[in-house]
């Protein structure tokens, strides 16, 4: 098949031009397990601006910005392939040339895989897209491979205080599903308000979970300090270094308990 990303050249007038679409609006688009579009809804088609004859049949990186970086691709096939349902913020452009961004849950589906999209607008984007700039311009400037560039979009997250993707994914799609409701003058019904709390909850464990493996990592000069000093005490030391050993095997058990 045709790589289409090719075939149509997007008008460099509109390169920063956004595309609108509305708050309330979600659009979706099916693809094969290769990534081929088989189906979407008109919201897709009519925001993508290509007929249904140039999408159906073309590869989905059609509507790939060049602004975003390889590894939010590379993190986003390697976890669909594993059977993950992924959420991630993508800078997507249309055949004009204009650009829009969305949230996006990609989940694998019989024969393929189906990614629903809904407008970003919470503060949790607005740090993403910075990370992207920021991720992209590594890559430019040191070469990166796809796989190094999302090992640096996973630190990121950690950084950010998410003990892992799924922490962060979870909890962006609930912030971005309170600021959507917020936005069209609504409120989040009761399960998704349970949703949010129990992800804000679990993004404050890991933040205190990291804290804590920080000071455990802080104190284990302790025992190295104690030993120190049983060796100038010669004989008398023999306690303290007996003290020490046991203050160490206690951090060991405790840090291993907090990591797990």
């Known amino acids: 098949m045709t790589d289409q990303t090719s075939v149509f050249a997007?008008?460099?007038?509109?390169?920063?031009?956004?595309?609108?679409?509305?708050?309330?609006?979600?659009?979706?688009?099916?693809?094969?397990?290769?990534?081929?579009?088989?189906?979407?809804?008109c919201v897709f088609q009519r925001v993508a601006d290509y007929d249904w004859p140039e999408l159906i049949g073309a590869p989905h990186k059609i509507i790939r910005h060049p602004d975003m970086p390889k590894g939010v691709f590379e993190l986003l096939w390697n976890r669909i392939k594993a059977g993950k349902p992924t959420g991630a913020y993508v800078k997507n452009r249309c055949k004009t040339g204009r650009y829009y961004w969305v949230f996006a849950l990609v989940s694998p589906s019989?024969?393929?895989?189906?990614s629903t999209r809904i407008k970003p607008t919470s503060d949790v984007f607005g740090l993403v897209s910075n990370?992207?700039?920021?991720?992209?311009?590594?890559?430019?400037?040191?070469?990166?491979?796809?796989?190094?560039s999302a090992d640096i979009i996973e630190d990121a997250v950690q950084a950010l205080g998410f003990s892992n993707?799924?922490?962060?994914?979870?909890?962006?799609?609930?912030?971005?599903?309170?600021?959507?409701?917020?936005g069209m003058g609504g409120v989040i019904d009761?399960?998704?308000?349970?949703?949010?709390?129990?992800?804000?909850?679990?993004?404050?464990?890991?933040?205190e979970t990291a804290e804590m493996t920080e000071a455990f990592m802080a104190i284990r000069t302790v025992p190295m300090n104690?030993?120190?000093?049983?060796?100038?005490?010669?004989?008398a030391?023999?306690?303290i270094s007996a003290i020490s050993v046991n203050y160490s095997q206690m951090l060991e058990e405790m840090s291993m308990w907090v990591k797990t």
């Not at 993707?165 to 917020?182: G, K, T």
């Not at 030993?227 to 100038?232: E, F, P, S």
């Open 110 to 114: 019989e024969g393929g895989y189906i």
């Open 237 to 239: 030391g023999g306690p």
């Open 226 to 235: 104690m030993r120190l000093i049983a060796t100038r005490l010669e004989s």
């Open 10 to 41: 997007a008008d460099p007038a509109y390169a920063n031009s956004e595309a609108q679409f509305g708050l309330a609006e979600l659009f979706y688009s099916r693809t094969d397990q290769r990534g081929v579009i088989q189906s979407g809804n």
């Open 165 to 182: 993707y799924d922490a962060f994914q979870s909890h962006a799609l609930a912030i971005e599903f309170e600021a959507r409701a917020s």
């Open 131 to 148: 990370l992207y700039a920021d991720v992209l311009e590594r890559e430019k400037k040191l070469g990166l491979s796809p796989r190094e």
């Open 190 to 207: 009761p399960l998704q308000r349970r949703f949010l709390d129990m992800s804000r909850a679990i993004t404050q464990v890991g933040v």
